[in-house]
């Protein structure tokens, strides 16, 4: 079994840099097989991710390339690939690198199985977090329901540095065949809005890095104070790379250490908001109900509703309020959200509008080309109220306050809200090409009325809340 062909199967994690699972097949020496598998599980991805997913699928197959290696892809049930590339190459093992949402757990703990099974080598590997979820513990053996002792727990761990890329692996004899990315057609639902959102996407681990680099060289200076302005260029922008492993999460933590020790004065922020991306895991993990219902079960009766007229024209970014629409527009035209505008966002569509969250991460997860499991669901419980390390279930954020703070020069609104401007620029005016047609959005006609007066949605929602269970 020493020298028997590894299939490495990739997910997540593409990238050649901080890649536990390749740094460990290199020095094994043995023989390798990459492959990409389209499984049920990753056909069920929106539609912005699994674009985007798509484009990170190429930029890694053409790595691998630089290697001497070609990614195999493969479509159909994970266990069965594999079962047939092993007998097509006379494999000794399976290798990957965890995931950590319900539906990767239960799909990889059964191949695991059925591969030990069989006699095969089956491993998984660290790589996609900085620590393990389960490897966080309160003083008495449980798990952390709040962030701050959290982050003052993890603060303090050592972290493993990141492994260089591979210089050399050993491809096997002979390459399966595979299918043709392009005939995936992973791009099919985004329709029209793909070429529009296309520009705005970093690609690949080199510009992942070059975006890190700029990051760091400029903005972690002041980014305590100005990650909140949508307006300015003030945070990493990593969310996608992150998401599709295009960069490793611990070479970005010892960048943001080595900016702290050189006295950059936002880092030790910046390493605080890769801590809750580690936070919203560690709960996946403890409590994968976040997911899919709610996280405390004294909300299950609150009279959420379900889909209505509202919600509809909220999802259109037409709901009047234009730091809303600004917010929903910018996923559209971009691929991604200000994480500021997300929280107002989500605060309308749960508090002004009182519907329930659920829609909102559902249709989140079917735009954003950074789709996280673990930070949309737990950014969606956290605004609505019901979820852990909530803020006060009561607090409302003011769409209209929120602007007057974080956009005073109504620079974010005009840049997507075209309406709001006599000669709209060209993101602004990409909203409507990238949106369906079936909306019949005009950009000449006027901007619509707010859906709801904000005293009165707010009333309405702590009346509400106040009918509550405790």
């Known amino acids: 079994m020493s020298d028997s062909t590894l299939i490495l199967w990739f997910r997540r994690d593409l990238r050649l840099a901080d890649q536990p699972m390749l740094a460990a097949a290199a020095a094994s020496g043995r023989p390798v097989v990459p492959v990409f598998i389209l499984d049920p599980e990753t056909e069920a991805l929106g539609a912005a991710p699994k674009w985007r997913l798509g484009l990170a699928v190429a930029a890694f197959a053409r790595a691998l390339d630089g290697l001497g290696l070609r990614l195999v892809l493969r479509r159909g049930p994970a266990l069965e690939v594999l079962r047939a590339i092993v007998q097509e190459t006379a494999a000794g093992g399976v290798w990957w690198s965890r995931l950590y949402d319900p539906a990767s757990v239960a799909r990889d703990t059964a191949v695991k199985a059925a591969l030990k099974a069989a006699g095969l080598e089956a491993r998984s590997f660290a790589g996609h977090l900085l620590h393990e979820p389960w490897q966080i513990e309160t003083g008495a053996g449980g798990f952390y329901r709040v962030f701050t002792p959290y982050w003052k727990a993890m603060r303090g761990l050592a972290v493993v540095a990141p492994e260089a890329a591979p210089t050399r692996l050993r491809a096997a004899k002979s390459s399966p065949a595979g299918d043709r990315l392009e005939d995936w057609r992973l791009g099919a639902a985004m329709n029209r809005g793909a070429s529009l959102v296309l520009p705005h996407q970093s690609v690949g681990e080199a510009a992942a890095r070059e975006k890190l680099a700029a990051f760091l060289a400029g903005p972690v200076h002041r980014y305590a104070e100005m990650r909140d302005f949508p307006a300015v260029a003030g945070t990493s922008r990593l969310s996608e790379n992150l998401t599709y492993g295009e960069i490793g999460i611990r070479e970005v933590w010892h960048a943001g250490l080595r900016a702290r020790d050189e006295g950059k004065a936002g880092a030790e922020s910046f390493l605080r908001e890769l801590a809750w991306r580690e936070f919203s895991y560690h709960l996946m993990h403890h409590t994968p109900h976040i997911t899919t219902r709610n996280w405390k079960p004294e909300w299950d009766d609150f009279p959420w509703r379900g889909d209505n007229p509202e919600a509809e024209r909220w999802r259109m970014g037409m709901t009047g309020e234009p730091f809303v629409d600004a917010a929903m527009r910018e996923m559209y035209v971009t691929g991604t ?45 956290w605004v609505a109220g019901c979820g852990p390390d909530a803020a006060p279930y009561f607090r409302v954020f003011n769409p209209a306050g929120q602007a007057e703070k974080f956009d005073p020069g109504g620079d974010y609104r005009r840049r997507f809200v075209a309406e709001l ?22 950009p000449k006609a006027p901007y619509p009325a707010p859906l709801v007066d904000l005293a009165e949605g707010r009333a309405r929602a702590l009346a509400a809340y106040a009918t509550r269970k405790a």
């Open 337 to 381: 959200m200000h994480n500021r505008a997300r929280m107002i966002a989500g605060s309308y569509l749960t508090k002004h509008l009182l519907t329930h969250w659920k829609l909102g991460l559902d249709w989140f997860a079917d735009c954003l080309t950074d789709w996280d499991p673990a930070a949309n669901a737990m950014g969606w419980q």
């Open 421 to 442: 401007s006599r000669a709209p620029g060209p993101e602004a005016l990409a909203f409507f090409q990238a949106v369906p047609r079936s909306w019949g959005l005009d």
